[in-house]
């Protein structure tokens, strides 16, 4: 019976969308031939720039996640090509996997589900590649199965040590908006994202940016798919080129909403919320972990996203958690996707549009499916996290904020 009214998703994606966001979606098809919808969908253009921190391109794609995967692989990788896939979870796995259907030759340093890029096993695997098979290396910021979080920065630092030329690619599907991100700043080459996690976008539009050294390689490709094809879309002398056909019209109006909400709130003001929010997360994760079966599938906190965390239980409790929590309650955790035993583990998605009295709402579901379903756990779970939040919030009853910075990791 407390399942009847709103639901709330609290899956790593699709993530909630902001009613902003679905009144500008609810309107009538506009005219893709001129007018309004032209000016909406240049206006798109440097702010995606921004939310990526890179002055260089992008191109937009009517697309999901593992489109905009074959998009970047079609543009720079040609068969018989190899790439280096440098795999934290099923999703950089995933990406090697199209790779390889796209006829590259695919290697693969696997660092397991729990923990992060090593870079020194970056660096001592591309210092060996003396005749530069390894033309594109495949990474993600945050592996969306695991939680992982890797550090992009340090691993464009063990190239440069290599002195290795190969084009560094990023997925940032589940974590754009969420985790800390510079495109430019880090020496990423080609970064690809989609509209419906941290962009608080429904599914569907997908973006790849990408720097002069990848088009300089996309120049010197045998051939290149005329609908994957980056350049039309970027330049688009003809509106049409923007999308190669008709344009997604509203979801064009639905991220514009949500990048305004963004730029409204400021992008390290977004990065900020969604740390404190983790760390609140992560103080009621302890407690419950002190006394029972539940741990972090990603045990060191540095290496953990903002936006998606990973637990794990004893088996068959993940999902007796889930369909507790969703049946009795309306409150859906994600799967234990790519997991074994997957019915130990569910997942926490805590990513775009969500603030303090959401998580609190989901933390004190699952404090209550635990003991509806007799889960050993430790006490004081959703003490812990409510006073991260009121350290973090400040004590004024005006709402005054700490002067004290949220860190990334806790």
Known sequence: ??????????????????????????????????????????SLIPDLKAVAKTDHNVAIYIANGHGVWEAALSNVVAPDDTVLVLATGRFC?????????????????????????????????LAADTEGRIKAILTVLVDTSTGVLN???AVRAAMDRAGHGALL?????ASLGCDVYHMDDWG??????????????????????????????????PRVSSYWDWRPRVAADEYWKFFDGTAPTHHIYGLR?????IGEEGLEAVWARHAGLAKAIWAAVD??????????NVANPAERSLAVTSLRLDEGQGDALRAWCEEKMGVTLGIGLGRTPASAYFRLGHMGHVNGH??????????????????????????????????????????????????QCC
């Open 169 to 173: 690619m990023c997925d940032c599907i």
């Open 188 to 221: 990423v080459d080609v970064t690809v994202a989609a509209s419906q996690k941290g962009l608080m976008t429904p599914p569907g539009v997908g973006f790849v940016w990408f720097n002069d050294k990848a088009d300089a390689v996309r120049e010197a490709m």
């Open 151 to 153: 550090d992009i920065k």
């Open 257 to 261: 909403e949500a990048l305004d909400m």
């Open 287 to 296: 407690v419950w972990a002190s006394d029972g079966p539940m741990a972090f």
């Open 358 to 407: 959401m998580v609190m709402g989901f933390l004190g579901t699952i404090d209550a499916g635990l003991k509806a379903l007799g889960i050993p756990h430790g006490h004081g779970a959703l003490e812990a996290a409510s006073a991260v939040l009121a350290d973090l919030a400040g004590a004024d009853a005006g709402g005054a904020q700490s002067n004290e910075p949220v860190q």
């Open 93 to 125: 796995e995933g990406w090697g996997g199209m790779a390889e259907g796209l006829g590259a030759k695919v290697e693969t340093i696997n660092f397991g589900n729990s923990n992060a890029v090593d870079p020194k096993q970056v660096e001592d695997y």
């Open 1 to 42: 019976m407390f399942a009847n009214g709103l639901q709330y998703l609290a899956i790593p994606g699709p993530s909630v969308m902001p009613e902003r966001v679905l009144r500008a979606m609810h309107r009538a098809a506009p005219n893709i031939y001129t007018g309004e919808l032209h000016e909406i969908t240049r």
